[in-house]
């Protein structure tokens, strides 16, 4: 069985894409009776973090295809800039090979678009991976005058897309209402993000930080979607003395998040670092912080970076809404929900949380990422038969 992988992100790349899409393959690779090309881009998630990667790799029934792209940052107009170098390098790269199915994995809808657009060239069935939905997003947060001329346009491009596909996998439950009544032709499942080896075994590690103060760590994007500077600022002011906010990351709203912090001195700003090193990092954390922007799109969505702080065992203080709220609440012990942005409700569920570490080998078990990717690896092969 030929598989034609296409995935915008991957290792070694810094983004819950490339590690959802990196997982996935070393299940999919272990079938000897199928062979797979993958298509990506070199490292770019982050102008200010860069990593090596060969452009053309092969080991065993493994091609990988790296595309390089132009330097970019994170705004709109670069990013369709290296989805277009992507979408026509892509083509190329793919126009005189034969497949038996084509596998997605997109959050911005347009590396989805370019599975669809291969799979009714080359009469395959597709099989989407979705870990976002574009279209309902890019209207809270894109200027409105620009989201009001590119939403249909953009819906269209949507409509195409899904109504292609064969197979839709949709990592959280909160998609559901979405697409399973617009696109009755594809089957669906859910397996969802999860745990990776790195963050295995973390909850048996002893904190290692001997300071005074109690340290809160974020560990991630600092973008639109995740919206630390309408909440940071606001909160740090509120804090008692004894505490410390730690933000490791890049993105596009950086720049925002530090003129929000001027003359604000209990937060302090890290660079991306590579994965293998964030475990040192959690432990030597005391709370862990996870925040969504106040947006109706994001009630639907569950951050991937839910599974590796839970993981930790270590207290979990999230601002998020919605699915992500609800599932926090039922599934994660020692987490505590606030709304979005609001700083009195984040110190109030601060106020609730105990500060030590949690047994969460319940949820470790549910979740660990090789389970789910070996379930998802098997429907993949199945969904050709």
Request: charged fraction near 25%; charge should be positive; aromatic fraction near 12%.
């Amino acid at each position: 069985m030929r598989i034609l992988v296409l995935s915008f992100y991957y290792q070694p790349d810094l983004c819950a894409g490339s590690f959802r899409a990196t997982s996935l393959i070393e299940q999919l690779k272990k079938h000897d009776d199928v062979e797979i090309q993958i298509v990506t881009t070199m490292p770019n998630r982050y102008a200010s973090f860069s990593a090596s990667a060969n452009t053309f790799e092969q080991f065993d029934n493994v091609t990988i295809n790296r595309i390089d792209l132009p330097s970019h940052k994170s705004g709109m107009l670069d990013q369709i800039k290296s989805f277009t170098r992507f979408y026509i390098e892509a083509v190329k790269l793919t126009k005189d090979k034969e497949y038996d199915l084509i596998f997605a994995t997109s959050s911005r809808l347009f590396t989805a678009f370019l599975g669809a657009r291969l799979a009714r060239k080359k009469k395959l069935p597709l099989y989407l991976d979705i870990r976002d939905i574009f279209v309902d997003t890019i209207k809270d947060v894109l200027n409105p005058k620009i989201s009001f001329f590119a939403k249909p346009i953009l819906s269209l491009i949507e409509s195409y897309t899904f109504k292609t596909a064969t197979h839709i996998n949709l990592v959280s439950r909160g998609f559901e209402s979405y697409f399973v009544h617009k696109y009755k032709q594809a089957k669906y499942t859910w397996f969802t993000n999860g745990i990776d080896d790195e963050f295995l075994g973390l909850e048996s590690k002893l904190k290692q930080n001997t300071t005074d103060k109690q340290m809160i760590l974020y560990a991630g994007n600092i973008g639109e979607s995740q919206g630390l500077h309408t909440i940071l600022p606001s909160l740090a002011k509120e804090l008692d003395a004894g505490f410390e906010i730690n933000v490791i990351g890049d993105g596009g709203r950086k720049p925002a998040l530090i003129n929000s912090l001027e003359n604000i001195n209990n937060v302090n700003l890290f660079p991306p670092m590579q994965r293998n090193k964030l475990p040192e990092q959690y432990m030597n954390a005391d709370i862990l912080f996870l925040h969504l922007n106040d947006f109706p799109a994001f009630e639907k969505v569950l951050p991937s970076k839910i599974f590796e702080y839970a993981a930790t065992g270590k207290p979990i203080l999230a601002g998020v809404s919605g699915y992500a709220a609800k599932f926090i609440t039922d599934e994660v012990r020692n987490a505590e929900v606030f709304n979005p942005s609001d700083a009195n409700g984040a110190l109030l569920a601060l106020r609730k949380l105990s500060l030590k570490n949690t047994d969460r080998s319940e949820f470790i078990k549910q979740y660990t990422r090789v389970n789910i990717m070996k379930n998802m690896a098997e429907s993949i092969i199945k969904s050709n038969i």
